[in-house]
Nanobody
């Protein structure tokens, strides 16, 4: 059974930082690209950042470029999202996703809340 468990969310002031973690089990982690998505109230879920197998490629949505960094540790089956210079518009539930496109395998975590407010 596949599990993706996010952690690290919380309440932070504008300009602050958080580090999200997502630990995967039940999959061969290094065969999956890993992504972070977010969904704010009343909005659609959007891609935040993706890191490829082997960490060769990272992709970010424009609004977080230069502020967020995605990384992975295959030995720990974990993907991270380092978030700096947080803004109120970053407030959302952040979800981790594992994707293996050739196998059409996609898995989601349960989400972790990030709230940026003064």
């Amino acid at each position: 059974q596949v599990h993706l468990v996010e952690s690290g969310g919380g309440l932070v002031q504008p300009g602050g930082s958080l580090r999200l973690s997502c630990v995967a089990s039940g999959i061969i982690f290094n065969l999956y690209s890993m992504g972070w998505y977010r969904q704010a109230p009343g909005k659609q879920r959007e891609l935040v950042a993706v890191i490829s197998r082997g960490s060769s490629t990272t992709t970010y949505t424009d609004s977080v470029k230069g502020r967020f960094t995605i990384s992975r540790d295959d030995a720990k089956n974990t993907v991270y999202l380092e978030m700096n210079s947080l803004k109120p518009e970053d407030t959302a539930v952040y979800y981790c996703r594992a994707a293996n496109n050739p196998l059409l395998r996609y898995y989601w975590g349960q989400g972790t809340q990030v709230t940026v407010t003064s």
